[in-house]
């Protein structure tokens, strides 16, 4: 069983930038594919971003010039770089491997 673990939601206002993070449990091999996932009130869960372990990378167009997902160099670990937030980024952002997802973090912007 694959642990993720993500950290680094929180509140911020529109325009802000917030960065998230995910670890996974396993390292003895690479996923992959590593993603982010995200969450809003009363809509489904939509695909935000993804990475392939070749550098292939793929964004929703909403996020698309706002967001940045990266491998931060640990085996299985993925970031995000949220800039420009606006409210209708407001989610619980979950990472995902395969059927792997970590539990979610809150990302709340408002003024």
């Known amino acids: 069983q694959v642990q993720l673990v993500e950290s680094g939601g929180g509140m911020v206002q529109p325009g802000g930038s917030l960065r998230l993070s995910c670890v996974a449990s396993?390292?003895?091999?690479?996923?992959?594919?590593m993603g982010w996932y995200r969450q809003a009130p009363g809509k489904q869960r939509e695909l935000v971003a993804t990475?392939?372990?070749?550098?292939?990378?793929d964004y929703a167009d909403s996020v698309k010039g706002r967001f940045t997902i990266s491998r931060n160099g640990a085996a299985n670990a993925i970031d995000l770089q949220m800039n420009s937030l606006n409210m209708e980024d407001t989610a619980v952002y979950y990472c995902?491997?395969?059927?792997?997802w970590g539990k979610g973090t809150l990302v709340t912007v408002s003024s």
């Open positions: 995902n491997t395969y059927q792997f």
């Open positions: 396993e390292s003895s091999y690479i996923f992959y594919l």
């Open positions: 990475i392939a372990s070749d550098g292939a990378i």
